[in-house]
C-alpha cells in the first residue's frame, strides 16, 4: 500500500484499539458486550494487515500468539463456569453478587451506572473479547499468509 | 416518517445486493456487499437493536470485506462468462 | 423451472412478511416483564441484553464461542504452513 495509507492505518490503530477495550469494559453499562469489542480490536489488525501486509505483521504477532490468546480467553470462560458451579448451585451461576469486586448492586431503573457491578459478565466479557480478537485475526493473518507474497 | 425511512433503507439494501450478484467486475461485488451490509447496521439501530449493529458493522463491513478482498487478490478477478 | 422456484420463494416469503407482528408488540411479553424487572437485582448490570447473553443463557453463549473455537481451528488447520 501507498505510505499515505500506511501512515493512516499507524495512526488510528491505538484509537481503535483502544474504543475495542471501551466497549469490552463496558459491556455491561452500554450496548456492546465482549463479541461486539472483539470485533472492532480484530478490525484493527486486519487493517494494519491489509496496509502493512501480513509479513510485516507476523513478526510483530504471530498466529501461534494469535491462538494461544483465544485459547486462554476460552479457558477463563469455562473455568469461571466451573467455579460457578463448585461455590453455588449451577454452571454459570452468578457468584460474585453482593461481594466487594464487581458486585456492587445499581439502583433500580435507568440510571447511568456503576462500572464495579455486574458480578461475572465483566470477566466474561473479557474472555469472550479475547477468544474474537485473537480468533478473526489469526483467520485472516494466516489467510493472508497462505496467499503468498504481499505488499 | 419512520416507515418511510425503513422502506428507503430497504431498496437501497435490495438494489446493492442485486448489483452484488451481477457484477462481473468480484471487487466491485465485494464492495456493492459491504455497502449492503453498513445500510443493513443502520437497520439494525432503527430498529433499537444496537448490540447487533455493532457486531455486524464490525463483522460484516470490515472483516468479510477483508478476507474477501485477500481471497480475490490470490485468485482472479473477473468472473468468467458462461459460454 | 428456476422462475416456479423464484415465485414460490417470493411468495414465501411475502407471505411471512405480512404475518408480521407490529413493530413492539410482542404477542406474550411475560419473560419480557420478568427480566425487565428482576435482571438488574439478579445480575447486578444495567444492560439487560448482556445479562441475558452472558447469564440467563450463558449456555448458548458457551456454545457461540465452541462453534467460534472450531472453525478457527479448521481454518487454521487447512491454511497454516507447515515449516519443512
Partial sequence: MTPVVRTIAALIFPFIIIFSFYVIMHGHLTPGGGFQGGAIGASAIVMLIVAYGARNVKKKAKEESLSIFESIGGLVFVIVGIIGFVAASSFLYNFLVGEPLFGTIPPFGSNPGILNSGGILPILNIAVGMKVIGGLASVVLVMALAGGDEE | ?83 | MRWVAFVVFAAFLLFAAYELHPFGEPDDSRMDDYIISNAQNETAANNAVTSVVFDYRGYDTLGEATVLFTAIAGALVVLRRVKK
Fill in chain 2, 1 to 83: 416518517m419512520f416507515e418511510i425511512a425503513l422502506i428507503l433503507l430497504s431498496a437501497f439494501m435490495i438494489a446493492s445486493s442485486i448489483i452484488a450478484v451481477w457484477f462481473k467486475d468480484l471487487l466491485a461485488s465485494t464492495i456493492a456487499l459491504a455497502v449492503m451490509s453498513l445500510i443493513l447496521s443502520l437497520y439494525f439501530y432503527m430498529l433499537h437493536a444496537p448490540d447487533v449493529a455493532i457486531a455486524e458493522a464490525g463483522v460484516g463491513a470490515c472483516i468479510t470485506t477483508a478476507l474477501l478482498v485477500i481471497a480475490i487478490k490470490n485468485t482472479e478477478r473477473m468472473e468468467e462468462v458462461e459460454e
